[in-house]
T-cell receptor, first 112, second 115 residues
Framework: NAGVTQTPKFRVLKTGQSMTLLCAQDMNHEYMYWYRQDPGMGLRLIHYSVGEGTTAKGEVPDGYNVSRLKKQNFLLGLESAAPSQTSVYFCASSYVWPYEQYFGPGTRLTVT | AQSVAQPEDQVNVAEGNPLTVKCTYSVSGNPYLFWYVQYPNRGLQFLLK??????LVKGSYGFEAEFNKSQTSFHLKKPSALVSDSALYFCAVRDVEGGANNLFFGTGTRLTVIP
């Protein structure tokens, strides 16, 4: 089992550029999540999904879009990157409650 | 609204000594609490959780946590610290108003175990 994988590991964007981060899990989890981690702020939930074809907003959704076309994949898109989106992005997945979340290794994104 | 607080940004402990990483919570309703650890340049790893039952929860790598309802705390403990325990530790509480198993995370506590 690879668990939760994220692509790419690192990326540098210029302001206004777009990109998509890919998350894949091979544990047949129903739920998937996207977080951002910033120094001194812990992890904040961007968007989440409770199943294939569903998405919902988390705590900090502005500037991001997501899609879950297949159960095992959860994509995070930035349509027009801003320096404030410089962060480390983590994907996670879980079974339904009361199971814990499993995290991917993260993507470090820098927007200049 | 749910929230967790980790009052210490940094905790230093000597190898072999007991360690405690503090967490307090605020929830409406039953608290569902988690501890995660993050090693450098890695994702978060689950350590343990409190859902219901015994107030002392045992988890991975010899860690345990004590749920205290009257003090609204969920402190992480280990009887004897190892250098390899040095990492960033996050406390989290389940968001009972959101969907899925959404979690609110604390800001993290960096634990350094000194040889």
């Amino acid at each position: 089992n690879a668990g939760v994988t994220q692509t790419p590991k690192f990326r540098v964007l210029k302001t206004g550029q777009s990109m998509t981060l890919l998350c894949a899990q091979d544990m047949n989890h129903e739920y998937m999540y996207w977080y951002r981690q910033d120094p001194g702020m812990g992890l904040r939930l961007i968007h989440y999904s409770v199943g294939e074809g569903t998405t919902a907003k988390g705590e900090v959704p502005d500037g991001y879009n997501v899609s879950r076309l297949k159960k095992q994949n959860f994509l995070l898109g930035l349509e027009s990157a801003a320096p404030s989106q410089t962060s480390v992005y983590f994907c996670a997945s879980s079974y339904v409650w009361p199971y814990e979340q499993y995290f991917g290794p993260g993507t470090r994104l820098t927007v200049t | 609204a749910q929230s967790v607080a980790q009052p210490e940004d940094q905790v230093n402990v000597a190898e072999g000594n007991p360690l405690t990483v503090k967490c307090t919570y605020s929830v409406s309703g039953n608290p569902y609490l988690f501890w995660y650890v993050q090693y450098p340049n890695r994702g978060l790893q689950f350590l343990l959780k409190y859902i219901t039952g015994d107030n002392l929860v045992k988890g991975s790598y010899g860690f345990e946590a004590e749920f205290n309802k009257s003090q609204t705390s969920f402190h992480l403990k280990k009887p004897s610290a190892l250098v390899s325990d040095s990492a960033l530790y996050f406390c989290a509480v389940r968001d009972v108003e959101g969907g899925a198993n959404n979690l609110f995370f604390g800001t993290g506590t960096r634990l350094t175990v000194i040889p």
